[in-house]
């Protein structure tokens, strides 16, 4: 039986995030309760306390959050207002509206972080093409709210391109902001966890691919970064989380410039597809950190336990048919050390049903275990790499 003085915690959202936050909670018996979008989906398979409602229906909030000690999130969607309303009926929102509004919102995170003196790339807000123009071409286009995984952003080298993004950010009743496209080596990620009580937990600083906006794999710890670069990337971090009182995973996902500089690209404040690589690279993983962060308890070592780790995501291929189930025999027989995550989602092209993690001495042992793994799984290998 679950404990019955153990503190609940509530869980907006049902996808993957909020599913691998179960196995953490499940060891610590911290008892869960879901409100998912749908029957059936990512979380709710495995979170049997949990209601079917809407982020946005502040009815539907109070409803789920009901007897919970506090409430944190598998997306950063949640209407500022509603988590404001949270607050004042005494609920521990975490992270905070006042936070979690610098994710929600570029432009917000853009002024923030010019004041705090963190680096970022020339950005501007703009409002018609002519100020785009102004700002100078080639550059990239996000509108303010709303965008993942690529969705929300342009890459636009002449004015004919910007009409789809103000058109975009029109019917979304948001702002364009404008950034410049930024000459990159490759891309960074440093996590963090931050408790109430101020207390920071840094996990080594990643590199990460990505490809048409979404994640493909990250390698732990960023191969060859220079130890200044690394101690000023997690120095950022731990900043942006304290000043702007984040309770929970920060991931600052950064761009390491061709000329040897480090620019904050976007936040995130909650577990995040960078750190992924945690459950089974690191002593404590992301999704345990963050449930220790929310009620306030010690945050567990960061530290990896191999010298490297390399996560890369399954992706779904062409075919919807493909019951990853049957990537099992393969995989497992092939590499008895390696650690297989499912969302139970279904195969769509492009979609992120699962990921692997190998971790090892060899970085080059790691990368081709877990990039034949996940092509195994998304049926991108054929019978010959048996």
Known sequence: MTDALAPKVAVIGGGQLARMMAEPAAALGIPLRLLAEAEGVS????IVDHEIGEHTSLADLRRITAGCVAVTFDHEHVP???LHALEADGLAVRPGPDALVHAQDKGVMREALA??????PRNAIVESTAEVVDFGLPCVLKTTRGGYDGKG???VRSAEDCAEAFEAAAAAGVQVLAEELVDFRRELSALVARSPSGQVAAWPVVASEQRDGICREVIAPAPDLAPELSTQAQQIAMKV???LGVVGVLAVELFETNDGRILVNELAMRPHNTGHWTQDGSVTSQFENHLRAVLD??????????PWTVMVNILGGSSDTARLYDGYPHALARDPRLRVHLYGKGMRPGRK??????????????LERARHAAAWFAGDLGEESE
Do not use: I, M, S
């Open 353 to 366: 049903v699962g990921h692997v993690n190998a971790y090892g001495d060899d970085l080059e042992d790691c």
């Open 297 to 306: 308890l010690p945050l567990g070592a960061p530290d990896a336990r191999a």
């Open 80 to 82: 500022t207002e509603h």
């Open 153 to 155: 952003v342009w890459f």
């Open 115 to 120: 004041k705090l003196d963190v680096p970022c």
């Open 241 to 243: 989380a304290g000043e």
């Open 43 to 46: 979380a709710a398979q495995v």
